[in-house]
């Protein structure tokens, strides 16, 4: 087996607009990472090599899990969809748990976040990358009349949630947590652009969140 699958992507670290690279910058320095979504490791191993992260990757893909363990710290086999998916974490602690790019291929998104918070350390937080279906992209589309699913992107066929930056925003604090930060990917536009404007430029909508104090 060769450490390339289909859907590994080339990480470019330096891409001002790029989510991966994104992700990767607001991860803490030396963080204990639970990877949900993992795939074949590639972004968790930049943690690892280059912010000097542990990373633990959740997957239920096992070919992809087969790479991942080469690249990761450690490696669990779930299914987020499993009422029990949890129990594969019986007693880890993290200090950031990024979604990337998966929440939206759920079909609860919202318990699936609640439930994610007993695995956080006391000062830990959670990252939420999610696609932006209000893109200038799509909206043009629809007056077309066009709203046609793809392979991959904010149209991918997978995908069982969409989401606009209201509502991504409004998702994170309905779970429980309080929006520290976020930022935006784009198709290659200036950065100055994509900040402005994001409800039409951004691709993906990347939320940095702690949990709130139980009871508010």
């Keep these: 087996m060769t450490d390339k699958l289909a859907y590994d992507f080339d990480l470019r670290l330096d891409d001002a607009v790029s989510t991966h690279a994104l992700q990767f910058r ?8 639970l990877d949900v979504g993992c795939h074949t490791g590639i972004l968790g191993e930049a943690l690892r090599s280059k912010k000097h992260c542990s990373v633990t990757g959740l997957d239920h893909d096992p070919q992809a899990l087969a790479v991942a363990q080469r690249r990761l710290d450690d490696v669990v086999g779930a299914d987020l969809e499993a009422t029990d998916w949890q129990k594969s974490l019986a007693h880890r602690e993290f200090d950031c748990i990024l979604f990337g790019d998966v929440i939206e ?25 999610l696609p932006n ?12 009349g066009r709203f046609e699913y793809a392979d991959s992107g904010i149209l991918d066929k997978s995908h069982l949630r969409f989401f606009t930056l209201k509502s991504a925003r409004r998702l994170v604090e309905q779970a429980g947590y309080r929006i520290l930060r976020e930022t935006y990917s784009g198709y ?10 994001p409800t039409l430029f951004a691709v993906n909508i990347i939320l940095l969140a702690e949990p709130k104090p139980i009871g508010t």
């Design 105 to 129: 291929h759920t079909r609860e998104p919202l318990k699936i976040l609640r439930e994610a918070r007993e695995f956080l350390s006391p000062t830990g937080c959670i990252m939420v990358s």
């Design 26 to 33: 607001m991860v803490p320095e030396g963080a204990r990472v």
């Design 188 to 197: 290659s536009l200036p950065r100055w652009l994509i900040d402005l404007f």
């Design 133 to 144: 279906v209000a893109n200038l992209r799509v909206r043009l589309e629809l007056l077309r």
